[in-house]
Structure formats: C-alpha cells, structure tokens
C-alpha cells in the first residue's frame, strides 16, 4: 500500500486547510451563548437539539475510526454479513425511541445513572456513574483513539504519539469549549462530508470494475448473502440472532455516549425522529463501507492484510487533489467519536459524582469548569492508555472490538430492561448485577480475549452466544433475588422530578412504519 502522503499535492493541502477553518468557524458559532441564555450548560445543548443533529451526532458517534478499516476488511474477505452490526440495529433503535426514551426525558435526567438513581437510590446510582466513567474512559477514549491513531500512523507514517496527541486535543477542543451543542454542529457538517468521500470512493470503484451487474458477477456468490449457516466459523445466523441484541441494548439504549443527544433532544418527538434518522443512515454502511471492500477483493486480490482494503481503495482510484478529502474524512470521524466520549464523560463525573458528593450546591459556572477539567483529564487518560496498547505486541484490536463489547454489555442490558419492563425489579437484584454481575462477566471476558483464547482452546462458544449465555445467567439471577427478597425496594415515581410519559406522535409512527418495512424489504434482498 502506497503512502497517501507521497501523493498530496498543494490542491489536497487546500482542502485540509479549509476544512479545519470551517470546522472551527461552526465550533466558534455553536459554543457562543445565544443572547438571553446565559446559563446555558455545557452537557445537553439547553435541550435544543433537531432530529437532525440528533441523527447525525449518534451516526458521528456511531462511527468510529475503526469502521472505515473494519467494515472494509470484512467485506473483502467475507462479503457484507458484517452488515447485519448496523441494519439488525433498526430494532433495538426503535426500542430506544419508542420504550426508553420518553421514560427518560420524562425524568428529565442527564445522565443513565441518575435516570436509575431516580428508581433505585444513592447507591446503585454510585455504582453505575463509576460503571459508566471506566467504560467511557476505555471502550470509547482509549481503544476509539487508538484505533484512529493506528489508523492515521498507518496512512501518514508518523509515530503513534504524534497522532494520538495530535488528533485528541483536535477532538477535545469542541467538547471543552462548546459540550454537546459544538459536538453535534460539527458532526452533522462532518458525517455529510464522510457520505461524500465514500460514496466516491464506492462510485469510482464500480466503474473501474465495469459496472454494478459486473461487480454483482465478479464477487462470489456467498459474499452477497446477509445470513450465514449455523455452521459458519465468523458470523453463524444463531449468535447473530441472540447475541447481537445484548450489545446492541446496552449500545443503542443505555450508553451515555450514545443516549445523550436524545436527552439533548428539543422534546420527545425530534428525539424519537432523530433516533429513527440513524436508522436509515445506517442503511448507508453498505455503499460506504462494506462496498468498497468488495471492490478491493475484485480488483485487488493479494492483500496480504484485508484491513487495508480501504487505503488501497484509496491510492489507486482518487486521482491527485482529491486525496485531501480521505485525510478530512479521517478527521471528521475522530473528531465525532472521540468528542462524543469526551462530553459523556465530563458530563457522568460532573452530574453524578461531582454535582452530587463533592458539591451539592455548585452554580451552573462551577459546573462548567469541573466539566471542562474532566475533558482536559480524559484527554491525558486517553493519550497514555494509546500508548500503552500501542506497546502491546500482537494485538489485533479490530478483531477484539465487538467481543469486547459482548461482555461489557450483558448487565447493562439486564438491569435496564428489568427496570422499564418489571415493576418488580428490586434494588437488590439491580446492585448485584451491577457489581457481582459485572465482575462475573468481565472475568470470562478476560478468560475468553487473554488467559483461554479460542484459536489455542476451542471448546469456546462463538463470543455473541457466550454473551447472550451470560446475559440469561444474570436475567434469571436478578429475577429470583427480586421474587425472593423479603423486603423488596422497589421503584415509586416521585411526581416532582417527573413528568407525564408522552405517546408518539403520529409522524413518528409514519417514520418508524417506513424504516421496518423498508429494513424487512433489505433482508429479504439479500437473504
């Protein structure tokens, strides 16, 4: 593979330059206060989110370095079963807008874990807020940064300190001086600019092949099937069907990272509007990402490493000044990951450990700054936690990514469905899961990746079926301590901290009923 930067011409240099101008230019405009609202937040935007910012910040989020390189390889060496991680998403988006979020916008909370404090008390909101940070301060700060680091390293050749340094401060810039408002503004312009790159990208790829039937013709014949057999070694129909929705739960409805521009939503509806949006713009993972893999397989056969399909895809078909555009794309999926995380994290420490133990009666300013030291610290955190994977020798984290988190998830996804499903669910059984659980489900995680991998000892399970094994173990154990407690706690609505839980509007059904028969239509193509 050809280093891109032999290839940039002064036109690329240009487009680079202009792009960092107008990124700061909608960040500067985003972060000023509106006249009359001087205490805007730095967290939720003041609730002014469109279904549309909303949209594209959860896609910007979404995306990560890792999906440009990830998707591409898989559809270079198994076609486009990978897609099933963004279209089988639909379901568990349309149990986010329809079920869980108007309960937590009836809450009027910040944060997950004051969403449960609300049910369950100080403590299991104690334990969830420290939950939520390791999780931020891991699975999205420090493996998303080295992803992208490894990524830049790869396509640019500098050292991994240049570019993790480098493109977290670029990222923590926006979540430290304007939080979620700056974020989603800026991801809306970037995540269009992703869609153009790639969709050209994808465009020049099939006219190099000779056209779409050429390409349908050219690739094999499996590679175009969404469902694989039972027997299938990567991604078996069963452990797709059952062990994606425990990811795909603790994902799409539980993650502060993901659910904080729904709680930043201008009310209920635009909410649930902008949750329906990503699930078409996840239809796109096909033409953007997967697609230009298939090419790579068809018209570059030999790649020692399937995870450079993409960048090969790159140097051989974008012709000198555009190459510019491959470097802002980069940037601008990043930016929206790694600000994202940032505000979530900086938002969890400030409401719920800061706001909460350290100074219940902090004003909106003192907030403010302690939000904005949280960001300055997640920065470093994230910086040497890179490094310090980077210094790992043999890790394939790409590969590790969705396992990793298949054994995070399953205590999440209980204790949230328990909640808003079973009245009955009491504290006990939410705080067992919580701690016991999840140290029970982290330890064959790290069994599972480390100490017993399965290419060494095959009597594992494929990892989604593991997960989905761990998420009933600890479903029926919440459920028994809750019937069998004899001195149940369990959730009373406090009137005033809530308010009615609206029903969805009729527009938001018409675009939910849309999406489902449109996704039913894309299985049924390409079962």
């Known amino acids: 593979m050809n280093n891109i930067t032999d290839r940039l011409t002064a036109l690329d240099y240009g487009i680079v330059l ?9 960040g500067y405009r985003a972060s000023k206060p509106q006249k009359g609202h001087t205490d805007e937040t730095l967290f939720l935007a003041n609730k002014s989110l469109g279904w549309a910012s909303i949209g594209f910040n959860m896609w910007g989020t979404n995306v ?8 591409a390889s898989i559809g270079y060496s198994t076609g486009i079963v990978a897609i099933n991680f963004d279209w089988y998403a639909f379901v568990f988006l349309f149990l986010l807008a329809i079920v869980f979020a108007p309960k937590y916008l009836a809450a009027n909370v910040s944060t997950m874990p004051e969403f449960m404090g609300q049910r369950y008390g100080e403590s ?14 891991i699975s999205w700060l420090s493996l998303g940064l080295f992803a992208g680091g490894f990524l830049v390293r790869q396509i640019l050749g500098i050292p991994m300190w240049q570019s993790v340094i480098v493109l977290v401060l670029f990222a923590g810039l926006f979540a430290y001086t304007g939080g979620l408002k700056a974020i989603a503004r800026v991801n809306v312009f970037q995540m269009i600019l992703l869609i153009g790159v790639s969709l050209t990208l994808t465009i020049l790829g099939i006219n190099k092949v000779g056209g779409l039937e050429a390409v349908y013709q050219k690739a094999p014949a499996g590679y175009w099937n969404l469902i694989h057999s039972a027997s299938d070694t990567k991604y078996p129909w069963p452990a797709i069907l059952l062990g994606y929705p425990v990811a795909a739960i603790a994902f799409f409805c539980t993650d502060q990272s993901m659910v904080q521009s729904v709680l930043g939503a201008r009310n209920l509806e635009q909410g649930q509007l902008g949750v329906n949006f990503i699930g078409w713009l996840k239809i796109l993972s096909l033409p953007l990402f997967i697609l230009p893999g298939i090419l790579c397989f068809i018209l570059f056969p030999n790649l020692n490493d399937p995870a450079e ?24 999926v990043l930016v929206g990951t790694i600000g994202s995380s940032l505000n979530s994290l900086s938002t969890v420490f400030t409401m719920d450990v800061y706001a909460r133990k350290i100074n219940p009666n902090a004003s909106n300013q003192q907030l403010i700054k302690v939000g904005r030291m949280t960001v300055v610290v997640g920065c470093l955190f994230a910086i040497l936690m890179a490094l310090a994977i980077d210094s790992i020798k043999g890790l394939n984290l790409f590969d590790v990514f969705q396992s990793v988190l298949g054994f995070i998830a399953p205590p999440l996804s209980v204790v949230f469905l328990l909640t808003v499903f079973w009245k009955r669910t009491t504290r006990t059984a ?3 899961v919580l701690s016991a659980g999840s140290a029970f489900s982290l330890g064959v995680g790290i069994l599972y990746l480390w100490v017993l991998p399965p290419d060494e000892y095959p009597f594992w399970p494929h990892y989604l ?11 029926i154990k919440a459920i028994l301590i809750s ?23 009729q527009r938001v059904w018409i675009a939910w009923i849309a999406l489902i028969v449109i ?9």
Do not use: C, E, H, R
């Open 18 to 26: 202009a792009y960092l101008v107008i990124l700061a230019i909608i």
């Open 430 to 432: 939410v705080n067992t």
């Open 483 to 505: 019937v069998l407690d004899k001195n149940p706690s369990i959730y009373t609505p406090v009137t005033s901290t809530t308010t009615a839980i609206l029903k969805p509007t």
């Open 309 to 332: 399909a993409y960048m090969t895809m790159v140097t051989n078909l974008f012709p000198p000044g555009m190459n510019g555009l491959v470097i802002v794309v980069l940037i601008a």
């Open 64 to 71: 990560g370095p890792s999906m440009l390189l990830a998707f």
């Open 465 to 475: 079926l593991l997960s989905f094994a761990i998420f009933a173990v600890l479903l």
């Open 519 to 527: 996704m039913v239509g894309l299985y049924l193509v390409f079962y």
């Open 124 to 137: 299991t909101q104690t334990i969830l807020a420290w939950y939520a940070l390791i999780k931020i301060l």
